[in-house]
């Protein structure tokens, strides 16, 4: 990034970058929160959030939805496993492929959590008009896109 001379009165505060950061990090803690309350970690229950049931997921593409390492996952989904929130069995078409999905139990838990999440920042959400939750939201999908 090249050095402008309008950079000089651009300050953290001020810059969009730097609060969408900041934003960012505000909610990751407060998940991390919710997380620890349901004795888990944070890639735990992102994970959970990630499985929708019926449809079950490679572990593969669990690595790739939380930026890990393959071994990562295998220690997140182990806990999991063991909590009876999650199945894993092999690909009827690839051995070598581990699919995981919800069990009856998860999907109850991920609907708990689910709840949780959605109302953990409302109070800061509440703030804003119906109108600029809608757009904050369309903002939002596409940064994310």
Same mark, same amino acid.
């Given at each position: 990034?090249?050095?402008?001379?309008?950079? =000089?009165?651009?300050?953290?505060?001020?810059?969009?970058?730097?609060?969408?950061?900041?934003? !960012?990090?505000?909610?990751?803690?407060?998940?991390?929160?919710?997380?620890?309350?349901?004795?888990?970690?944070?890639? +735990?229950v992102?994970?959970?959030?990630?499985? =929708?049931?019926?449809?079950? #997921? &490679? #572990?593969?593409?669990?690595?790739?939805?939380?930026?890990c390492?393959?071994?990562?996952?295998?220690?997140?989904?182990?806990?999991?496993?063991?909590?009876d929130?999650?199945?894993? +069995?092999?690909?009827?078409?690839?051995?070598?492929?581990? #699919?995981? !999905?919800?069990?009856? +139990?998860?999907?109850?838990?991920?609907?708990?959590?689910?709840?949780?999440?959605?109302?953990?920042? &409302? =109070?800061?959400?509440?703030?804003?008009?119906? +109108?600029?939750?809608?757009?904050?939201?369309?903002?939002?999908?596409?940064?994310l896109?």
């Amino acid at each position: 990034m090249k050095y402008t001379k309008s950079m =000089e009165k651009d300050t953290l505060q001020d810059n969009l970058n730097w609060l969408f950061m900041a934003a !960012s990090l505000r909610v990751k803690k407060g998940f991390m929160k919710l997380a620890e309350a349901a004795d888990l970690t944070a890639p +735990q229950v992102y994970a959970l959030c990630f499985l =929708e049931p019926g449809k079950p #997921m &490679s #572990m593969k593409t669990m690595a790739n939805l939380l930026n890990c390492e393959p071994s990562n996952v295998t220690a997140i989904i182990d806990r999991l496993f063991a909590l009876d929130y999650i199945t894993r +069995q092999e690909d009827p078409n690839d051995r070598r492929i581990k #699919m995981i !999905s919800l069990t009856e +139990q998860g999907e109850k838990f991920k609907g708990l959590i689910t709840e949780k999440v959605i109302h953990y920042h &409302s =109070e800061r959400l509440d703030r804003l008009t119906s +109108q600029e939750k809608d757009q904050f939201k369309t903002m939002l999908l596409k940064i994310l896109a």
